[in-house]
């Protein structure tokens, strides 16, 4: 596959560069990730408003600019470069792209258009504290009442779960097992018998929530997609995630490598800069072979992932393509911060400086949807006893 970006979408991603590098400053996420919600409510609002970011690949008829998932994952890149504090992740690339794989045309109609014109925040909660994304991790369960459907359980590491205004939830029906009986839920942020918290993690600069659902009444219209056949959406949701979060670790590792060549350019020992020195230029050439490495793998999986939210052929390689990005990125963007924040020297870690913020980043979004050894156990699946990449 050959690929190159349109005019257009070079437009939309220098753009993006150019609007992060003002309002996404070291000064500007250091503020937002000190505050309760996590990001700038006012900055959100704007890039709602004015750069309508929120709506890029959402059909026209939902108030959406129709483009396609490439433009995403060109943006996504350019805000793990400035580490964008925002819930832009959670909402787009994530609950949004639920609603459009499962959700009906009335929901489609409502929520969509309310992310749309609004700005609205969403999310989805899926995993109940396990290590790992399989159908097994979700523990939620659902049984039919009067009301319609009755949810109790809990659930972790549900990006902005605590400020989100609309969650999209999972859960199984009761005593089903494996990929069997799970639905998708349409959950409002003020539903009786809900418990929100922020949860304290190593990355300050995206928040991370545990929700506790207890005797949760929803109606028949708050159910998503079909009945007990939730997971494969789901795992496509995943999927579709998983190479909007590897863009962004693009994005972060290009940020280190610039920033990492910056400092070595200035910094002055035994009467020269350290980037002159032999081994120096060798790390920093590792670095850029992964980065660049790690962009090709995403910009496949951004094609395929088009394909996927079209419903074309090419949309069954999309489990391959997310485990191969989500792998290479991960371990690529961990790679490249330690190289940083060695090639810093002491002030690496020090607060004053930025690397410790992308490391700890690293870190964290190597785990969530799958660390790069789980995505290989994953392909290797697929490829050596010819299971489905699931």
């Not at 500007?28 to 890029?56: F, K, N, P, S």
């Not at 939902?62 to 994952?73: A, D, I, K, R, S």
Request: charged share 20%; aromatic share 8%.
């Amino acid at each position: 596959m050959e690929f190159a970006f349109t005019e257009e979408q070079e437009m939309i991603r220098d753009t993006a560069a150019a609007f992060l590098a003002e309002v996404s400053t070291s000064e500007a996420v250091r503020t937002a990730m000190a505050t309760d919600i996590g990001y700038d409510a006012e900055l959100w609002q704007r890039v709602c408003g004015e750069m309508y970011w929120q709506a890029i690949h959402i059909p026209e008829q939902y108030g959406g600019m129709g483009l396609g998932y490439v433009e995403v994952v060109a943006m996504m890149e350019q805000m793990g470069r400035h580490l964008l504090c925002s819930p832009y992740f959670a909402t787009v690339c994530q609950a949004a792209n639920a609603l459009l794989l499962a959700g009906s045309e009335t929901q489609k109609a409502q929520w969509l258009g309310a992310l749309c014109e609004r700005g609205i925040t969403a999310t989805i909660a899926s995993n109940g504290g396990v290590a790992h994304w399989a159908a097994d991790s979700v523990t939620a369960t659902w049984r039919h009442c009067a009301g319609g459907f009755e949810l109790n359980g809990e659930y972790r590491y549900v990006i902005d779960g605590h400020t989100a205004e609309l969650i999209i939830v999972a859960a199984r029906e009761e005593g089903s097992s494996g990929e069997q009986g799970i639905s998708l839920f349409l959950l409002p942020a003020d539903a009786p018998g809900l418990q929100r918290e922020w949860l304290p993690t190593m990355d300050q600069t995206r928040k991370q929530a545990a929700l506790a659902l207890q005797g949760v009444v929803l109606d028949a219209q708050a159910l998503v997609g079909e009945e007990g056949a939730g997971w494969d959406t789901l795992s496509q949701v995943q999927d579709l995630a998983a190479i909007a979060l590897a863009a962004e670790q693009v994005g972060g590792s290009q940020q280190l490598l610039d920033s990492t060549i910056a400092y070595t350019s200035e910094r002055v020992q035994f009467g020269r800069t350290i980037a002159s020195f032999q081994a120096v230029k060798h790390k920093a050439a590792d670095m850029m072979l992964q980065t660049e490495v790690a962009r090709s793998a995403i910009y496949y999986a951004a094609c395929v992932a088009q394909e996927a939210l079209a419903g074309t052929e090419l949309a069954g390689e999309l489990p391959e393509a997310a485990s191969v990005a989500k792998s290479y990125c991960s371990d690529a963007y961990f790679a490249v911060a330690g190289d940083a924040m060695q090639l810093h020297g002491g002030v690496g870690f020090t607060w004053e400086y930025d690397v410790h913020l992308f490391f700890k980043r690293a870190k964290s979004s190597e785990h969530l949807l799958g660390n790069g050894a789980q995505h290989r156990e994953r392909i290797a699946a697929a490829l050596l006893d010819g299971e489905d990449v699931a």
